[in-house]
């Protein structure tokens, strides 16, 4: 397997569009979660969802965030409208059961530029 | 709930000298307990991970760390340091409970003196 696999790798926007991150992770995994990873902050857990439904989304920072899994091995994540304060590295992770000590494998991330 | 603590952001060390980063975590039940490191524009990669087991965790590229339950503590070793080991590196806590939702300190950058 390829690893996480996320697309683009590198963004740059202006603010007020909307951006789109992508996802793949490996197959057979059933936890997908996505980070951002800033200076400021660390590494913040967004959202992450199991069998393709949302668990928990309480990291997500506003309504101008959104994501979706619609399959086993796709997911994105939307933000719109972009600005500048969401510029970061955006992580993508998944793991596979059982509970507890399962290893999360990471994408290399897309880092994301508002301008 | 759970959280986890990483004393001191950055730490520098001589090549071929003792590398200590220190994890301190709480968690309301037995946790499970990982350490990642992060290289210059990659994502996160396993070091090793404490599962209840034994409590001295032997990881890749010579770390190991030590669960120590009466001090809620996790710190990572390695005996002599390399220059390849300059890197960020995050500690990080589970439970049972937590449905495999890692909770990640604010991590460490390890640079290492020629």
């Known amino acids: 397997d390829a690893g996480v696999i996320q697309s683009p790798r590198h963004e740059v926007t202006e603010m007020g569009q909307e951006v789109t991150l992508r996802c793949k992770p490996i197959?057979?995994?059933?936890?997908l979660f996505w980070y951002r990873q800033t200076m400021m902050r660390g590494l913040e857990l967004l959202i992450y969802?199991?069998?393709?439904?949302?668990?928990?989304d309480s990291g997500m920072p506003e309504d101008r965030f959104s994501a979706k899994m619609p399959n086993a091995s796709f997911s994105t994540l939307k933000i719109q409208p972009s600005e500048p304060r969401d510029s970061a590295v955006y992580f993508c992770?998944?793991?596979?059961?059982?509970?507890?000590?399962?290893?999360?494998?990471f994408g290399q991330g897309t880092r994301l530029t508002v301008v | 709930a759970q959280s986890v603590t990483q004393l001191g952001s950055h730490v520098s060390v001589s090549e071929g000298a003792l590398v200590l980063l220190r994890c301190n975590y709480s968690s309301s039940v037995p946790p499970y307990l990982f350490w990642y490191v992060q290289y210059p524009n990659q994502g996160l990669q396993l070091l090793l991970k404490?599962?209840?087991?034994?409590?001295l965790v032997k990881g890749i590229n010579g770390f190991e760390a030590e669960f120590k339950k009466s001090e809620t503590s996790f710190h990572l070793t390695k005996p002599s340091a390399h220059m390849s080991d300059a890197a960020e590196y995050f500690c990080?806590?589970?439970?049972?409970?937590?449905?495999?939702?890692?909770?990640f300190g604010g991590g460490t950058r390890l640079m290492v003196k020629p």
């Open positions: 197959s057979g995994h059933d936890y």
């Open positions: 969802f199991n069998n393709n439904v949302p668990i928990d």
């Open positions: 990080a806590v589970t439970n049972n409970n937590a449905g495999n939702m890692l909770t």
């Open positions: 404490y599962t209840s087991a034994a409590t």
């Open positions: 992770a998944s793991i596979i059961s059982p509970q507890g000590a399962s290893e999360a494998f």
